[in-house]
């Protein structure tokens, strides 16, 4: 496995990390200069698989991390495993944190957001794995990028409970072709690194708002914006309705906000097998690799959520989103014209009488 995931992209590592990232800077930046991320693991009875999963993060060409390791209330040895592997890695950018009760997926995030300093965010799920190179690819997309976002999406593989891939790639490709306003683009690299191919997803293409189309991956597979996450991400109080499935809310929140790149290089494992809530052991086609949708939250609880995230902080979104977008982004997360949610009758107003 190890061998696969390093093969699946090479970056030349005898190249500053900064120059990597940066390749057209003027001049000398040096590794100050490039931003923290932040991975987010989040486990909850995954004693059996949290170990690759923490090696795949020590792993990581992108050397500029912290990890914080989220036991949400584990009743098998998940803890204990936890604090044996992080003793062993003897590494200040690793951190545990156990909670008292379990929260699910999402109140587990969203906890754990607290403690994160990184300008950029992974919620890693502890049975999935990173490819070396998925931070270093995802950062220099969103940093060398013309056309940066609040989101970054990777391909993946599927591998199932023993490690043996399924298949080669999550990518719906039939759904971004929907998208008439996408843009494929090539983002040049570095010598001795390949340019990364990537697709630009705007968020005003009506196609990325229709709710059973699914551009976005696995949770795994999502680096966020921390400037995008203090907007969208829901006190742990507010999250009982995606105690599984969260990406559901974040990756189609943040792309609301921020427009989404989908990277078509795959840069880690998703791992289905017995014990998965929601995909379960099954395998099918690539546009089937979701799962029993009779778990899945359903549309409404997106919706629900997104106005009332946005009904408790409607002063810090009128002041860094704007009225304009915000209308726009209520009416595509399927609002009803419930005014009680946000004064903006007057923009309704004046745009009718054009």
């Not at 093969?7 to 990390?17: N, R």
């Not at 300008?119 to 013309?146: K, N, T, Y």
Request: one cysteine or more; hydrophobic letters at 40%; charged letters at 20%.
């Amino acid at each position: 496995m190890d061998a696969m995931l390093n093969q699946i992209i090479s970056v030349d590592q005898e190249e500053p990390l900064w120059r990597r990232i940066l390749p057209d800077a003027p001049g000398v930046i040096g590794f100050d200069s490039l931003p923290l991320a932040s991975v987010v693991v989040t486990a909850y009875n995954y004693e059996r698989y949290i170990e690759p999963c923490l090696r795949s993060v020590v792993a990581q060409t992108y050397s500029k991390f912290e990890c914080i390791v989220v036991d949400d209330a584990s009743s098998d040895g998940t803890s204990e495993r936890i604090k044996h592997l992080l003793k062993a890695f003897d590494d200040e950018r690793f951190r545990h944190i156990r909670n008292p009760i379990n929260l699910g997926q999402l109140g587990a995030q969203s906890t754990a957001l607290q403690y994160c300093r990184g300008a950029f965010v992974v919620f890693l799920d502890a049975d999935d794995i990173l490819a070396p190179a998925f931070l270093e690819r995802h950062i220099f997309a969103q940093v060398s990028g013309r056309y940066p976002t609040g989101l970054s999406v990777s391909d993946q593989l599927t591998i199932d409970q023993d490690g043996a891939v399924h298949s080669s790639t999550r990518l719906n490709r039939d759904a971004l072709a929907e998208v008439k306003t996408a843009k494929t683009l090539a983002i040049p690299a570095g010598r001795g690194t390949s340019p990364l191919n990537v697709v630009f997803l705007p968020w005003r293409d009506a196609a990325t708002h229709i709710s059973y189309h699914w551009y976005w991956q696995t949770q795994s597979a999502l680096v966020f914006r921390r400037s995008v996450l203090d907007l969208i991400m829901p006190p742990p109080e507010d999250c009982a309705s995606f105690r599984i499935c969260a990406d559901a809310y974040l990756a189609r929140f943040a792309h609301l906000l921020s427009n989404s790149l989908i990277l078509l290089e795959p840069l880690g494992c998703y791992r289905q097998h017995l014990a998965n809530n929601f995909s379960g052991p099954a395998f099918m086609t690539i546009d089937q690799q979701a799962g029993d949708m009779r778990t899945h939250p359903g549309y409404s609880a997106f919706v629900d959520l997104v106005r009332l995230t946005i009904r408790k902080r409607q002063k810090i979104f009128d002041a860094r989103v704007g009225d304009y977008q915000i209308a726009q982004i209520i009416a595509a997360a399927g609002d009803q014209g419930d005014e009680a949610l946000s004064p903006r009758k007057s923009w309704r107003l004046s745009l009718s009488r054009q």
